[in-house]
């Protein structure tokens, strides 16, 4: 089993829609998450800090479910532009490295 | 500030040549990372340094890839022999210290023919 896993898509949704992508990690010792936005043929740039209480930056929303070690973000009112892949990490309770999910793909259309 | 830089950006070379990567991290960040991703693929882990601890090679696909960090600041990455399985774009990122969020440069597109 994979220490990080993520449904890999495609998500395929208009314009305006409101899109949830989940994340699931093996790990219970995982201290802390984040969110990644990687375009095509493009580096992947931080997105956003999961916290324990949940955050809000904008349009989108990270939580985090210890209990079931999952974390998610939700996307309000998708725009063309938030086309991309979208990767979960999570930094190893063990090793303290960082785990990239192999990401999501979202598709905005018109 | 500057961010991650790489170079070359792009580069093709002939099977059995040797290719060295480069990567300017963010200047104070400690812990370097060198990944490597396919077309449509994620990323693969390759390589770690943090500080002046050894490096953390346990991603390293064969003894054809090597890497350095000078000076706790710039790295290398060495791949003698290339072959056209080892295409793909290597990705170098650098953080803060270990366990950080990770900044990443744009990346060295390499193609073997």
């Known amino acids: 089993r994979k220490e990080v896993e993520q449904d890999p898509g495609p998500f395929n949704v208009p314009e305006g829609a409101t899109v949830a992508f989940n994340c699931t990690y093996s790990n219970s010792a995982s201290q802390s998450f984040f969110w990644y936005r990687q375009d095509c043929r493009k580096e992947p740039k931080l997105l956003m800090s999961v916290y324990s209480s949940g955050n809000e930056d904008g349009r989108f929303t990270a939580q985090l479910n210890r209990a079931s070690q999952y974390i998610s973000l939700l996307i309000r009112d998708s725009k063309l532009s938030d086309s991309a892949t979208y990767l979960c990490v999570v930094i190893s309770g063990n090793t303290g490295k960082l785990i990239f999910g192999q990401g999501t793909t979202l598709q905005v259309k018109p | 500030g500057a961010g991650v830089s790489q170079s070359p950006s792009n580069k093709v070379t002939e099977k059995g040549k040797d290719v060295e990567l480069r990567c300017d991290p963010i200047?104070?960040?400690?812990?370097l990372y060198w990944y490597r991703q396919s077309l449509g693929q994620g990323l693969e882990f390759l390589i770690y340094?943090?500080?002046?601890?050894?490096?953390?090679k346990s991603g390293l696909p064969s003894d054809r890839f090597s890497a350095e960090r000078t000076g706790g600041s710039v790295s290398t990455l060495t791949i003698q022999r290339t072959q056209q399985e080892d295409s793909a774009v290597y990705l170098c990122?650098?953080?803060?210290?270990?366990?950080?969020?990770?900044?990443f440069g744009p990346g060295t597109r390499l193609t073997v023919t």
């Open positions: 200047s104070g960040h400690t812990a």
């Open positions: 340094f943090q500080g002046n601890s050894a490096p953390d």
């Open positions: 990122a650098s953080s803060f210290t270990q366990g950080n969020e990770q900044y």
